[in-house]
C-alpha cells in the first residue's frame, strides 16, 4: 500500500502495518500522538517529517530516505531491526537505541545519547553531534564520519573505524577489541581502560590519552599536544613525532622520536621508550 502526501497525528496512527510506503507525509499536529509506526514491518518512509514522539518502535525492516526527525521527534527508533537510513536528519534525543543491523549513509544527527546498545550498526558519510554516542554497542563499523560531542563510543566492542574525524572528549573508555584507522581524533584523556584498542595511521590530540590500557597498540601513529601519556598501560606503540610526557608505562615498547620528558615514579612502570628518529617497529605487529 502506497500512502502519499497525507498529515498524521493521532496515537498509533499506522499501528502494525505491512509492507507499507509512506511518500511526503507529516506525522505532526494538534493530537500530538505518539507511535505512529509501532509494531510495523516491512516500511519505507520517503521524504517525510516526523515532529512527534517514537514514531519507529518494534519494527522489523525500515527503509527511511530524504526525511527528517526533528527535536520533538524524540526516541525515534527503539527495539527495531534491519533498518536503513540515507539522507535524513535525525535531530531528536535518543534517536537510535537497542536496535540490530542498522546501516546509515548521509544523514545529519545530532542526538544526545544516540545509538545506544545497538548491534549491527555500519555508518557512511554521516556527520554527528551527541553525548554518550554509541554507549554499549557492539558490531560497529565507521566510515567518513565526522563526529563532535563528549564520552563517545564508552563500553563498546568489536568495531572498526575508518577515515573518520573525532573531536571528541573521554572517547573509548572501556572499549574492547576496536581498531581506528587513517583517522584523526581529537579530546582529552582518550580510551583509558581500553582493552585490545588498535590505533593506526592515525593522528591522536590532546592531554592524558591512553592510560590504563591494556593490549594497546600504536602504529605509525602522530600524537600533537600529547602529554602524560600511557600510564599504567600495556602498550606497544611506533609514533612519529614527538611527545610532551610519558608517563610509568606499564609495560611494552614505546618507539618515538623524541619526548620532553620520561616520567618515573612508580616502581611496577617496566614499559621501554625507545628515542629513534624513524621507527622501524613491525608495522603489522
Given amino acids: 500500500m502506497i500512502i502519499e502526501n497525507k498529515t498524521f497525528d493521532e496515537e498509533r496512527a499506522l499501528y502494525g502495518s ?19 509506526f509501532k509494531e510495523c514491518s516491512d516500511i519505507t518512509a520517503e521524504n517525510c517529517f516526523f515532529n512527534l514522539r517514537y514514531p519507529f518502535w518494534h519494527d522489523n525492516g525500515l527503509k527511511i530516505s530524504g526525511s527528517e526527525m526533528t527535536e520533538l521527534c524524540r526516541a525515534a527508533l527503539w527495539y527495531s531491526e534491519n533498518i536503513e537510513i540515507a539522507d535524513t536528519k535525525m535531530h531528536g534525543i535518543k534517536a537510535l537505541r537497542e536496535c540490530r543491523n542498522v546501516r546509515l549513509k548521509n544523514c545529519d544527527i545530532i542526538s544526545p545519547e544516540f545509538g545506544w546498545s545497538v548491534s549491527g550498526v555500519r555508518m557512511e558519510s554521516c556527520t554527528a553531534v551527541s553525548e554518550y554516542f554509541m554507549m554499549r554497542s557492539e558490531d560497529i563499523n565507521f566510515s567518513d564520519v565526522d563526529f563532535k560531542g563528549k564520552y563517545s563510543f564508552q563500553y563498546i566492542k568489536n568495531s572498526v573505524f575508518e577515515n573518520c574525524v573525532f573531536d571528541t572528549k573521554d572517547a573509548f573508555w572501556h572499549a574492547e577489541n576496536v581498531a581506528v584507522k587513517n583517522s584523526i581524533v581529537k579530546g582529552e584523556y582518550l580510551a583509558w581502560y581500553s582493552d585490545g584498542l588498535t590505533l593506526e595511521n592515525c593522528k ?3 592531554t592524558q590519552p591512553l592510560c590504563y590500557c591494556k593490549n594497546l597498540k600504536l602504529i605509525n601513529c602522530e600524537m600533537i599536544g600529547t602529554d602524560l601519556c600511557f600510564e599504567k598501560s600495556d602498550v606497544n606503540a611506533c609514533i612519529t613525532t614527538p611527545v610532551v610526557s610519558i608517563k610509568n608505562p606499564a609495560s611494552g615498547r614505546i618507539c618515538v622520536p623524541s619526548v620532553d620528558e620520561i616520567i618515573r615514579d612508580d616502581e611496577n612502570s617496566k614499559g621501554e621508550v625507545v628515542i629513534c628518529e624513524k621507527c622501524k617497529c613491525d608495522k603489522s605487529a
Avoid: T
Fill in 204 to 206: 591522536i590530540i590532546g
Fill in 18 to 36: 505491512k509492507n507499507l510506503i509512506a511518500k511526503n507525509c507529516r506525522f505532526d499536529g494538534p493530537a500530538d500522538g505518539e507511535s505512529a
